[in-house]
């Protein structure tokens, strides 16, 4: 069924994009993450930057392509209508993930990297407090600003901190919305979704229009 | 009485149907979309025989039509305005149906002699030659079979169709003979084809470009079987023959759908990208072109094998005997398809 097709590919095309916009999401405000987030390659790039920004660009989409595939298919024969209205309507959506990540979905960092970079992301992070908090010029203050945020930048990017944060991102990217799903995730991703209601959707025309 | 009964171009209500998508071509008929009702019946002749000179060989050789017939408007023009062949391509690019027509499923029942089909079994040579011995390693890994072989047996369908259309030459009694004796020829070469690429795809399901080698050759295979029934006057068991067909095709490739290669693709190790990265978008946007095309030349195949059968029905109907109409298709040396109209 060609409907099948065009919405199955709109589908994985819609998710693609959105995943492409977060991951730019994500490389323009790598720097507001605390350092030592992003040498833990935490949950807090995905919860403040990459799902936010994943919500926002599917749920506006999807919203639009729910709607053109349900004229598409009200199109394809007027017996269709009723699945149309169905399928179109908010109930029957996939829920978006929440911003908060439940347990199934963190990243999960090999314990034995975990003590050592904690370690020197706080103590980088500590000194650059440090710095900043003695008493010294506004201005003398600001250059150390400046320069402790460079630091951080060029140390998030040397030692491989942003990597992880980006390995992060695209971890919950092919987990949450792209898939396949592993076999012992609780949660489908969201793409999965969208095709089993596309499935089901076109199983059920084709038992009315047969 | 049967030149009286067909048509050589389009007539102009059904073209102006075509034109703003009231009728759509599907295999050897043309259909009323809303309803799908049948507005009339397409077969190929003889005269597809000098279109497929003027494009060469090669697996995309039917692609090069529409640039081939623009040539040929520029260069005839110059000369002496519309001729035939022109008129003939015009008509394939009208219906839509130049792939069809000159690709391995045709249109309707198979005529089209030695010339043509010399040309479309070396398309599907090209095919597998192009798939650079993955084919072969596939037939190994799962049907025991070797490419060796299947060129083994395409040179059997090639003399296969030289055979049935040497008879033709031959008294009415002896060419009888020997078409039914061609048609059982005809179908233990598909049962080999069909057989190769069921085992194929079982195997592995998204491996469709390896199987079209095989579907074609089957394909062509069954328009060689029904074509021997019906020029032997067995025309119920000509269109018997062409429902079994295709129903054997439609369980073969009925439920691949352009979604299911591209998502098949996307898992597979060979296409995996990083996501969200732009390799990703171009993988995805490549992968979605290429099952597009393939779904389409899927569906096109289907269509022509579910509707092969379907003039002979309706001349049946008639009471005109199939092998006139295929003896007339036969001498037909100008336009490449008859149209019946419903």
Request: hydrophobic share 45%; net charge negative.
């Amino acid at each position: 069924m060609v409907w099948r097709d065009e919405a199955s590919l709109a589908a994985m095309a819609l998710i693609h994009a959105a995943s492409a916009c977060a991951m730019q999401a994500l490389d323009g405000g790598i720097d507001t993450i605390a350092l030592s987030d992003a040498m833990t390659g935490s949950d807090a790039a995905i919860r403040d930057i990459v799902r936010p920004a994943m919500r926002a660009e599917v749920g506006t989409s999807a919203d639009d392509w729910f709607k053109a595939y349900a004229w598409a298919l009200r199109r394809i024969d007027s017996r269709l209508e009723t699945l149309a209205l169905s399928f179109v309507a908010v109930s029957s959506w996939p829920a978006l993930p929440q911003n908060e990540l439940t347990t199934v979905e963190r990243w999960s960092e090999p314990a034995w990297l975990r003590g050592p970079i904690d370690t020197i992301g706080s103590t980088i992070e500590r000194a650059a407090t440090e710095i900043s908090n003695r008493a010294v010029p506004n201005a003398v203050r600001e250059r150390a600003e400046h320069v402790s945020a460079r630091i951080a930048r060029e140390i998030g990017e040397r030692s491989g901190a942003h990597d992880r944060l980006r390995n992060a991102a695209r971890n919950e990217l092919s987990r949450v919305w792209l898939g396949p799903a592993p076999a012992e995730n609780a949660r489908r991703p969201y793409l999965t979704h969208l095709l089993d209601i596309v499935d089901r959707t076109a199983r059920q025309a084709m038992e009315i229009i047969a | 009485m049967i030149g009286e009964l067909f048509l050589r171009q389009l007539p102009a209500a059904l073209e102006t149907g075509i034109r703003s998508g009231q009728l759509g071509v599907y295999g050897s008929t043309i259909r009323n979309v809303a309803n799908g009702q049948i507005a009339g019946f397409l077969q190929e002749t003889s005269g597809l025989s000098k279109i497929a000179n003027l494009v060469g060989n090669g697996p995309a050789w039917p692609l090069k039509l529409i640039g081939a017939g623009i040539q040929i408007v520029q260069n005839e023009q110059i000369k002496s305005g519309l001729s035939a062949v022109q008129q003939g391509i015009a008509v394939l690019n009208q219906l839509q149906i130049a792939n069809l027509a000159l690709g391995a499923a045709g249109i309707g029942v198979s005529v089209i002699g030695f010339a043509v089909m010399s040309k479309k079994i070396d398309g599907v040579r090209e095919d597998v030659r192009a798939l650079d011995g993955k084919l072969d390693r596939l037939l190994d890994e799962f049907a025991r079979d070797r490419t060796e072989k299947l060129d083994e047996m395409l040179d059997r369908l090639l003399g296969l169709a030289e055979r049935i259309d040497t008879r033709w030459s031959m008294s009415v009694d002896k060419a009888e003979i020997g078409w039914h004796r061609d048609a059982d020829e005809a179908d233990s070469l598909g049962n080999f084809f069909s057989g190769r690429a069921r085992r194929l795809l079982e195997a592995r399901p998204t491996a469709i470009k390896e199987a079209t080698p095989l579907l074609d050759a089957s394909a062509m295979a069954s328009g060689l079987r029904v074509g021997a029934l019906a020029q032997s006057g067995e025309t119920k068991a000509a269109i018997n023959v062409a429902r079994d067909d295709a129903g054997r095709l439609e369980r073969l490739t009925g439920d691949i759908g352009a979604a299911d290669l591209a998502r098949a693709w996307m898992a597979a190790p060979e296409w995996r990208t990083v996501p969200g990265s732009n390799a990703a978008g171009d993988a995805l946007m490549l992968a979605t072109t290429e099952a597009r095309a393939i779904a389409m030349t899927l569906r096109c195949r289907e269509a022509a094998a579910v509707t092969r059968a379907a003039p002979l029905i309706a001349l049946e109907a008639k009471g005109i005997p199939a092998r006139d109409w295929l003896s007339a298709a036969r001498e037909e040396q100008d336009a490449p398809i008859l149209l019946l109209e419903s």
